[in-house]
């Protein structure tokens, strides 16, 4: 493994782009998963690679939305359990709301080996594993077009960091809330979601986390509150203001 300087300016990007490529090494992601994160760091490069205020004003509305929630369900994917395990399973236990393994990719190794992992950080329910009997999700075909009966199929309110767009969009079309966390404001996925944090997943589950804390005090008609005033595309359009005053402040 490269030894990596703290100093150097991109040191906390290269820790993650480490810790991806031992994952696929390791058989839990896909080749592809690796493109996906490289997609991902140029955003957060173009981002200042911190967490805008309208990200904030995002997180707050989703963990309100699944606090919410008659059945909240977090959705994961290969690159967010590499990234976040123990914090998806810190705030699963908290909202609380079950863990569903969703890949794209599919392979009973792979549901394995996410499985061993999230169990590793902690969890003790896992929906979606191996042998689990998954229902189709209309409008959609190929490897994620199905969910599990008692996790998303049957959810509201659905976290899914990292959703692709077609899937975000049937999730929607079938009156589920969606929250989606999404360094790319521009992707089907920021687009379509319900609620789309545009920040890394690194920082954005911490934070949702610090948000359950706070919220958990409040009333159900302030958190109703909370979500009626948020807009999606108004927000979508700050975390775009943010990328070009990053920039400006660079020239
Ligand atoms: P869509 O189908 O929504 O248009 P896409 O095809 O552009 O998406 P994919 O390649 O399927 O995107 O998935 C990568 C997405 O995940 C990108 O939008 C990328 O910005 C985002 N992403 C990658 N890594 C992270 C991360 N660590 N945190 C948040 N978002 C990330």
Not at 64 to 83: C, D, K, Q, R, Y
Not at 137 to 162: F, K, M, T, W, Y
Request: glycine share 6%; charged share 25%.
């Amino acid at each position: 493994m490269l030894k990596i300087s703290s100093k150097h300016p991109r040191y906390k990007s290269l820790l993650l782009r480490e810790k991806m490529a031992k994952a696929y090494q390791e058989g839990i992601l896909a080749d592809t998963a690796l493109i996906a994160h490289g997609r991902g760091e140029a955003f957060d490069y173009i981002l200042g690679e911190k967490t805008s205020p309208s990200a904030i004003e995002a997180i707050r509305c989703g963990v309100s939305a699944m606090l919410l929630a008659e059945n909240p369900v977090i959705s994961v994917n290969g690159n967010t359990a590499v990234l976040s395990a123990e914090h998806l399973v810190e705030l699963s236990r908290l909202i609380p709301a079950p863990i569903e393994i969703n890949l794209f990719y599919r392979t009973p190794q792979r549901v394995e080996k996410m499985e061993e992992l999230l169990k590793k950080s902690g969890a003790t329910k896992v929906l979606g594993r191996k042998n689990d009997d998954y229902l189709p999700i209309p409008g959609l075909e190929g490897p994620r077009s199905r969910a599990h009966p008692d996790g998303v199929h049957q959810a509201d309110v659905v976290l899914v960091p990292l959703e692709d767009g077609d899937r975000a969009q049937a999730l929607v079309s079938l009156g589920k809330k969606v929250i989606t966390i999404d360094l790319n404001p521009l992707s089907r996925t920021a687009q379509t979601s319900s609620i789309t944090i545009v920040d890394n997943v690194v920082r954005a589950i911490p934070l949702m986390i610090q948000e359950v804390a706070k919220l958990k005090k409040y009333s159900k008609k302030q958190l109703t509150r909370i979500v009626n005033k948020f807009d999606n595309s108004e927000n979508i359009s700050k975390s775009l203001n943010s990328i070009s005053h990053h920039f400006k402040q660079d020239e």
